[in-house]
């Protein structure tokens, strides 16, 4: 099976940086898109970039131009750099990695077990 652990968490300030990183391991034979989603309070997940192996990004509109994530194919990590974080940023922030375990396999997604983010205004 694949783990994913987040790491980098924690309390900042409104208009403070963060970054948050993810390392994927286990059975992998490839790794295809990776990314991260974050829930807030009493709110559903929601995607706030991912980026492809190729290293294709994509961003939620309310991050783009703060937030910036990149990854390692030969670590199989990513990472999210954060910036001008808002208090609206705040919650907890989950990675995914669509892995592929064996050749011939499709890819599943994995998730990891979210790291807090809180933003104070």
């Known amino acids: 099976q694949v783990q994913l652990v987040e790491s980098g968490g924690g309390l900042v300030q409104a208009g403070g940086s963060l970054r948050v990183s993810c390392a994927a391991s286990?059975?992998?034979?490839?790794?295809?898109?990776m990314g991260w989603y974050r829930q807030a309070p009493g709110k559903q997940r929601e995607l706030v970039a991912d980026i492809t192996r190729s290293g294709d990004t994509n961003y939620d509109a309310s991050v783009k131009g703060r937030f910036t994530i990149s990854r390692d194919n030969a670590k199989n990590t990513v990472a999210l750099q954060m910036s001008g974080l808002k208090p609206e940023d705040t919650g907890v922030y989950y990675c995914?990695?669509?892995?592929?375990?064996?050749?011939?396999?499709?890819?599943?997604?994995?998730w990891g077990r979210g790291t807090q983010v809180t933003v104070s205004s």
């Open positions: 995914h990695a669509d892995a592929i375990i064996r050749v011939g396999y499709v890819p599943l997604r994995y």
């Open positions: 286990g059975s992998i034979f490839s790794i295809n898109t």
